[in-house]
């Protein structure tokens, strides 16, 4: 019986894939800021957008 359980344990160990997991962000990252357009916080904002966008490849949106 311990034999039968080991066997059946090592095909499930075998026959088991691993998850293949997306990438993340899969969607477009939306950043918020709780100034007005055209502002210093909002220049801050699209410039770190920017950075993020280069690094992560996935577009950021900043909303005001």
């Known amino acids: ?3 039968v359980s ?3 344990a ?3 160990a075998a026959l ?3 998850a ?3 990438g993340y ?3 477009p990252i939306t950043l918020v800021v709780g100034s007005s357009a055209g502002s210093t916080t909002d220049g801050l904002a699209r410039a770190i ?3 993020i966008t280069a690094e992560t490849k996935v577009p950021v949106i900043v909303d005001n």
């Open 10 to 12: 090592t095909l499930c």
């Open 49 to 51: 957008g920017q950075e």
């Open 25 to 27: 962000p899969t969607r």
């Open 1 to 3: 019986m311990k034999i």
């Open 16 to 18: 088991a894939r691993p």
């Open 6 to 8: 080991i066997l059946v």
């Open 20 to 22: 293949l997991a997306e």
